[in-house]
């Protein structure tokens, strides 16, 4: 019973992490301090699930900025899943995770 406790806190702070690394996809890019520095990049657009051209001048550029476009769409576009809440995705994530752990350990011990 412990070690179903235990594996399912693992996939619930697995499928945790995993929201927040893309909660930044949903963040506007921050732009820090007035350098003058030129900075290019790109930035994803929720409602047009796509990536676009950023620029600024600053010292630096964090949250929802990435330096191509290649990165910027490998982290937050959409492949043609439909839209979810934040709350139903980190559910479905956390579940799926779970079940494939499940058929991991039952392969593993041969059942």
């Known amino acids: 019973m412990?070690?179903?406790?235990l594996l399912s806190l693992m996939c619930i702070g697995i499928g945790y992490a995993q929201q927040q690394s893309e909660?930044?996809?949903?963040?506007d890019p921050s732009v820090v301090?007035?350098?003058g520095h030129k900075i290019k990049?790109?930035?994803?657009?929720?409602r047009?699930?796509?990536?676009?051209k950023f620029r600024a001048k600053?010292?630096?550029v964090t949250g929802n900025f990435f330096r191509s476009r290649d990165a910027c769409n490998a982290k937050c576009k959409d492949t043609g899943k439909p839209?979810?809440?934040?709350?139903?995705?980190?559910?479905n994530r956390?579940?799926?995770q779970f079940l494939q752990m499940i058929l991991s350990l039952m392969s593993w011990a041969g059942f």
Do not use: D, L
């Not at 047009?48 to 676009?52: A, D, G, L, P, T």
């Not at 839209?83 to 559910?91: K, T």
């Open 2 to 5: 412990k070690f179903v406790i």
């Open 23 to 27: 909660a930044i996809c949903r963040s």
């Open 33 to 35: 301090g007035n350098c």
């Open 41 to 46: 990049g790109y930035t994803y657009e929720c």
């Open 48 to 52: 047009i699930n796509s990536c676009k």
């Open 58 to 60: 600053a010292c630096k």
């Open 83 to 91: 839209a979810q809440s934040g709350v139903f995705e980190f559910f």
């Open 94 to 96: 956390t579940v799926s």
